[in-house]
């Protein structure tokens, strides 16, 4: 899948994709390293890859499932203040700057520029690059 996007965006050049130890992917196009990002969730997948070389990306996505227990997740991540659709969109920023950075601390993680994606009605989601 990556390799296909890169070939989109990349016309015409050499293109592999790679998996870092780390569990980074990255696209290589004539030997520069792109970093990509990966998320699915239910029948949706994103696809993230930054065009700067030795840019960091993360893209999440999160289908809002209204049967899921939110409570203990929303405690940990957001002291108990976030409930519903404001949950799912604080779950996302957290991920796709997890993804960008590699980093769970938060202040580790504000290094990362994190906006909103626009999504399905069901599903929330979010982009960092640094």
Sequence with gaps: ????????????????????????SV???????????ISHSR?????????RP????GIDIEYRDPNRDIDALSRWLFDGDANGRDFYQGWCNYEAAFKATGQTDPVAQSQAEVIAIATMDEFSGSLARI
């Design 1 to 24: 899948m990556l390799g296909d996007l890169g070939r989109r965006i990349w016309v015409g050049v050499d293109i592999e994709t790679v998996r870092e130890a780390s569990g980074r």
């Design 27 to 37: 696209v290589v196009c004539n030997g520069v390293r792109y970093c990509a990002s």
């Design 43 to 51: 029948d949706l997948v994103a696809v993230a890859i930054s065009t």
């Design 54 to 57: 030795g840019g960091m990306i």
